[in-house]
């Protein structure tokens, strides 16, 4: 599949775009790299995030959610909306771990692709919404109908998070990196626009004066810095404040401070990937290639306090599994391994994945130096 010829014909009608309008159509437009069904897994896939190295990932998970649950009281329903949720891989590793919170939960599972959400039936048993996140029959003394307790779990999909208010987590396992961004690049004392245009069989780029863009980076920058801009996350937070009456947004996602970004320049916080490698430039092939960029740190903060979000924690994704008990989870592992290597049944070999999973997902190189941020709204954490 390639998006290339349907942005073509959108810059011949409207003149160059603007990067996010690019990368937007190039992700998820007609020919669109997630609209065909790539994404995160092993074979076949391009690329693995933590959710693929195995179960590990999703039982630290679901035991941050039962945090959240207690945290808010233990709501009945407790909404959990997993955005990004690609094939379905975490939402089951998650329930298979039977959190505490299972009989309250609801767990909305939100994928723009129609691909990847059709596959996510191969994991899951998934309800209709209305059913998932309406009432179960229970009736108040006017005959307003109010959920029933006690149904959970129950799971349903969704291309977009749901038109509803709850009391709940948002979790988002790199999906910020993969939310439309602009690039702005800092010329002659002003900020200027880099924009999308058509030039012979393919794209360029082509940069204008946009005095009024806000990247939200102050400081000193050398000239021609480039900087993303975060459109696609400030739009993202601003409607999960909407939906959120109280709660968390649990976010796992690289992240750079702005002065780092600025220093290392558009081809090290730009990437894109295809079958497990480093893509091409990104106007090459659209739609044959995942686009991705670091977020940066005090974007994410001024975009997360400009929706209503207190940040309440920033940390590594080795501290958070460590403190969620990862190290007592692989110990499980390691011991029935150890009990059951001679048989060499399906219980050790599980245990011993779950040592070397542990290993990737605290990987100081790599998984493991994940940024987890939380944000919070009208809950203490």
Known sequence: MNAGP??????????????????????????????????????????????????????????A??????????????????????????????????????????????????????????????????????????????????????????????????????????????????????????????????????????????????????????????EGARVPVPSGMRAWLYDCARIVHRGFVVLVDYLDEAAGVARRGQDGWLRTYRSHERGTDPLHDPGTQDITADIVTEQLAHAAQAAGFAVASVTTQAEWLRDLGIDELTAQGRATWEQGAARGDLAALAGRSRVNEAAALTDPAGLGAHRVVVLSKGAAR
């Open 65 to 222: 959610l039962d945090r959240g649950w207690e945290a808010l009281d233990r709501p009945d329903p407790f909404l959990v909306v997993e955005a990004g949720a690609g094939t379905g891989r975490l939402a089951r590793d998650v329930l298979r771990a039977a959190p505490a919170c299972a009989p309250a939960l609801r767990y909305v599972l939100v994928e723009r692709s129609p691909a990847l959400r059709a596959q996510q039936r191969d994991r899951l048993r998934l309800e209709p919404a209305d059913e998932a996140l309406g009432p179960f029959g229970a009736q108040r003394g006017d005959d307003r109908p109010i959920p029933e307790p006690g149904t959970g779990p129950v799971c349903t999909s969704l291309p977009d998070l749901p038109a509803i208010t709850f009391d709940g987590i948002v979790f988002g396992n790199e999906l910020l990196d993969n939310l439309p961004f602009g690039i702005a690049e800092w010329r002659a004392g002003a900020w200027h626009e880099v924009r999308v245009t058509v030039e012979g069989g393919g794209f360029a780029e082509v940069v204008v004066p946009a005095p009024d863009l806000s990247p939200g980076i102050d400081g000193d920058l050398a």
């Open 6 to 63: 349907a942005i073509a014909a959108r810059i011949r009608r409207e003149g160059p775009i603007p990067f996010d309008v690019f990368m937007e159509l190039a992700l998820y437009g007609d020919g669109g790299f997630f609209t065909s069904g790539r994404g995160a897994g092993r074979a076949g896939r391009d690329f693995v995030t933590s959710p693929e190295v195995g179960a590990l990932f999703g039982a630290c998970v679901a035991r």
